[in-house]
């Protein structure tokens, strides 16, 4: 995309600090607004360690470096980033009234072509929230690391315009994102359906006593894993042949677990072993940097996408 909006963002969270850093990174004059100077000044360092790792990785260039210390703003302000704003991305928490809040604010603020977008993990935002020219509304769900994972789910809402889908497609791919689209709006987009299919049967296969949840996560990581980088569930079976796909339609799929299997994450939560953020989930991590486990987990994903 050459001409370079001015984009805001919403949130200076988990989410909007990694969207906000990778708009800057690619030449967008970005805003990060948070109502929190306290979360505007963690954004600002996890924003620093963010680039300081890019560029460890060799996955940033100069200018982008250059573009992060020029291009992006935080502030507690909205009134004036909104007005220059021609592109918003929402990323403020998963609930209805401050999401209603946000938008109702940004309504009155930005120019009547502005295009919102959502970073909703699953809130069906076209019900939730009225704006003038909903046309402009669209969601558009980034994965956590989102400045690292390519995908973006783009959710169309019933009133969403082809002009909006396409700029907000284009704008994601001038970030070296890759956008997938869902046409209508669907509880848990395609990537959360699909990864609640996997461990509803891995957590089922663990509650049945079958095999420990050790051995389940090792037959993914040292099978289907090594092929999911570069090959989607449905391509897979170009190669193992559709017979066999029928017949895992057909047979197998009746047997799979159809309610829920809780049993693991239920002991896990009422243990409190959360995972990394308490320090002890299925694997023990008391003892351990946070910010190195995940800079460590990071680098094993930027090593996959410098690989395929
Ligand atoms: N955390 C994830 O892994 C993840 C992944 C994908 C999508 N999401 C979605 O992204 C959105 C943001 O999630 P998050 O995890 O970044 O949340 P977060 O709690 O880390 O950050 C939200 C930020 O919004 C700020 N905020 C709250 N009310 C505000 C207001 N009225 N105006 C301005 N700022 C306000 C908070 O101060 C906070 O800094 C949610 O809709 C979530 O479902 C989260």
């Not at 690619?26 to 990060?32: D, E, I, R, S, V």
């Not at 929230?129 to 994972?149: D, E, K, T, Y």
């Not at 783009?154 to 070296?176: A, C, R």
């Not at 990071?298 to 090593?303: A, G």
């Amino acid at each position: 995309m050459d001409e370079k909006v001015n984009v805001l963002v919403i949130g200076a969270g988990i989410m909007g600090h990694s969207i906000a850093m990778d708009f800057a990174a690619h030449g967008y004059p970005t805003a990060l607004y948070d109502q929190s100077a306290e979360q505007l000044e963690m954004a600002k360092k996890l924003v620093t360690g963010n680039v300081q790792l890019l560029e460890a990785e060799d996955m940033i260039t100069a200018e982008g470096v250059k573009n992060v210390n020029d291009l992006l703003v935080y502030t507690d302000k909205l009134e004036d980033a909104a007005k220059k704003a021609k592109f918003v991305v929402e990323a403020v928490p998963e609930v209805p009234d401050i999401k209603q809040a946000v938008y109702a604010e940004l309504d009155k603020l930005c120019s009547p072509d502005t295009i919102f977008t959502s970073t909703t993990s699953g809130m069906n935002i076209y019900d939730v929230v009225q704006i003038s020219n909903p046309g402009r509304l669209i969601i558009g769900h980034f994965n956590n690391p989102a400045h690292i994972i390519p995908l973006v789910e783009v959710v169309m809402g019933p009133e969403t315009s082809q002009e909006t889908l396409e700029f907000t497609k284009k704008i994601y791919e001038s970030l070296d994102h890759v956008p997938v689209v869902l046409k209508q709006y669907a509880i848990g987009f395609i990537v959360n359906r699909l990864n609640t299919a996997l461990a509803r049967e891995a957590n089922y296969i663990v509650e049945q006593g079958w095999a420990t949840p050790e051995d389940v996560d090792k037959a993914i990581t040292n099978n289907a894993g090594l092929k999911l980088a570069f090959e989607g569930p449905l391509e897979l079976y170009d190669h193992i042949g559709w017979e066999l796909g029928k017949l895992g339609g057909t047979f197998l799929a009746p047997m799979l677990c159809n309610t829920t299997a809780t049993a693991l994450p239920d002991k896990l939560c009422e243990e409190g072993n959360l995972g990394v953020k308490t320090g002890k989930g299925l694997k023990d991590y008391s003892g351990l940097d946070r910010s190195e486990i995940q800079n460590n987990r990071n680098r094993k994903i930027l090593k996959v996408i410098r690989t395929v």
